[in-house]
């Protein structure tokens, strides 16, 4: 009886550290897939963009890249009035955000191009120069993905707002899910006139160019076709002015 005792024990022991076992597995496996996909958890990849590395999820995405001044220039970009051309300062960086000020600008690099029908990302340098951060085209409305395409309503509303993330999409290319902020985003939207001035062109779902105008609301650079199209953000007291970007000195 005693043996016969102790190997009843000794089976339930293992069956309960087996199950013991089983269940820690779990509790490890079950927060890597529940909060993010191909097996990368949403802290791997949160450490990834602050770290200025790219997505692991997109090998193509990387964003690491040093300044060349041989085919690279560094400017700082200018905020004018749309219809009296009066300046009203520079584009800064506040956080991810981009906001206008008179005194502190922020430097930009991009490519050397010799056609305005070139599309180029704006980067501004992290890291000591060894990565950048791209001024991105944004949305997390997915009706706005597809803004005067065949396939909108015509009631869509604009809400593409502008951020600097460290992603990046090449020229053409349609919306990319940025999955650690659930944010449809396209970077090298950005054309330049021989004059400096910046246009920006949002590329639809099915492929459609989509022009777009800047403007400042509420102290935030956001782009639409027009602002008939701009989302209403309020009310009419909300502070919306319609602006041109220019690389400047």
Known sequence: MRITFFSTLTLVICAVGTASASFDAARFHMPRSAVASDGYSFDELAAAY?????????????????????????????????QTGASQGFLTIFGDYIRNSTTDPTLFQYVKTASPNNKIDLEVSIQGGVATKQLVVATKNTATTGLNSPNASPDTKSDLYAVAWPLRTPPGSTPTLDAIHQTWFESAVWSVASDGT???????????????EAFFVVGSLHLSPSIAKLIPWGGPWYDIRKVTLKLVD
């Open 50 to 82: 602050e770290q200025g590395s790219h997505d692991p999820r997109l090998p193509k995405r990387a964003i690491v890249k040093r300044f060349d001044p041989n085919t690279q220039a560094v400017s700082k970009i200018g905020v004018f009035d749309a």
């Open 198 to 212: 910046l246009s920006c062109t949002w590329i639809n779902p099915d492929g459609s160019p989509v022009p777009l």
